[in-house]
């Protein structure tokens, strides 16, 4: 079970970003899939789920509103859309599977 998330970068307040976790060694449809996200000298949070079937996604009251996650299965890619970003969205964010396995993460600045 391999994770690689992508798609990271610099962008100033407001913007939009789109991170692709493009997934190996497994179904989407095997297992339910999170976005993270981990800030300097901050813990871990949670930012969005899928479950595997598609059919239910969370999200925490920081980012609901502005964040989307979707996934292709035949692709086997999850993404993450986010809009209307805010600094206190910089962070290294990084995708995983309930198996427990992580990929290593991307790095997304909002500033301006």
Request: proline share 4%.
């Given at each position: 079970?391999q994770?690689?998330?992508?798609?990271?970068?610099?962008?100033?307040?407001?913007?939009?970003?789109?991170?692709?976790?493009?997934?190996?060694?497994?179904?989407?449809?095997?297992?339910?899939?999170?976005?993270?996200?981990?800030?300097?000298?901050?813990?871990?949070?949670?930012?969005?789920?899928?479950?595997?079937?598609?059919?239910?996604?969370?999200?925490?009251?920081?980012?609901?509103?502005?964040?989307?996650?979707?996934?292709?299965?035949?692709?086997?890619?999850?993404?993450l859309?986010?809009?209307?970003l805010?600094?206190?969205?910089?962070?290294?964010?990084?995708?995983?599977?309930?198996?427990?396995?992580?990929?290593?993460?991307?790095?997304?600045?909002?500033?301006s």
């Amino acid at each position: 079970v391999q994770l690689q998330a992508s798609g990271g970068g610099l962008v100033q307040p407001g913007g939009s970003l789109r991170l692709s976790c493009a997934t190996s060694g497994f179904s989407l449809d095997e297992y339910d899939i999170g976005w993270f996200r981990q800030a300097p000298g901050k813990g871990r949070e949670g930012v969005s789920c899928i479950s595997s079937s598609g059919g239910i996604t969370y999200y925490p009251d920081s980012v609901r509103g502005r964040f989307t996650i979707s996934k292709d299965n035949s692709k086997h890619i999850v993404y993450l859309q986010m809009n209307n970003l805010k600094p206190e969205d910089t962070a290294v964010y990084y995708c995983a599977a309930a198996s427990g396995s992580r990929g290593q993460g991307t790095l997304v600045t909002v500033s301006s």
